[in-house]
């Protein structure tokens, strides 16, 4: 049951961690989808370091690695959300952008999942 309770709660703190950044973001650059982009390499981030400390640094519960892995990144992150703004950009005509788009997301959220690891071998 507490495992149930640990998911809802991350899954809660990471949607409006992902609602705040996005709001933040649209004030920063509006014509571009900043927010998404931004939650999916800061969630790619945690999920990294989190995956190698827990897995062979430290020993927490199980709960609060499912709080912070399935729950708090599983809210954060917006793959969903990432492929509608593509779906829009090609909709408009907005072909480079929405390729710009895809290439940073997936090498930016790939980099950052392995700083996450380096970063997490060094505690």
């Not at 809802?8 to 703190?13: E, Y």
């Not at 199980?62 to 917006?78: A, H, I, P, R, S």
């Not at 969903?80 to 593509?86: A, G, I, K, N, Y």
């Amino acid at each position: 049951m507490f495992k149930f309770i640990a998911i809802f709660l991350g899954g809660g703190l990471g949607a409006t961690a992902r609602y705040l950044t996005g709001l933040g973001c649209s004030k920063l650059c509006g014509c571009f989808p900043l927010g998404t982009l931004s939650v999916n390499i800061i969630g790619s981030f945690i999920m990294g370091f989190g995956f190698l400390l827990f897995m062979e640094k430290i020993s927490v519960p199980n709960e609060f690695k499912l709080f912070l892995t399935v729950g708090f990144c599983g809210g954060l992150t917006t793959f969903s959300t990432f492929s509608l703004d593509v779906w829009n950009m090609f909709f408009a005509g907005e072909f480079l952008k929405a390729l710009t788009y895809i290439l940073l997301s997936l090498f930016l959220s790939l980099g950052a999942l392995f700083a996450g690891v380096m970063v997490a071998k060094q505690f």
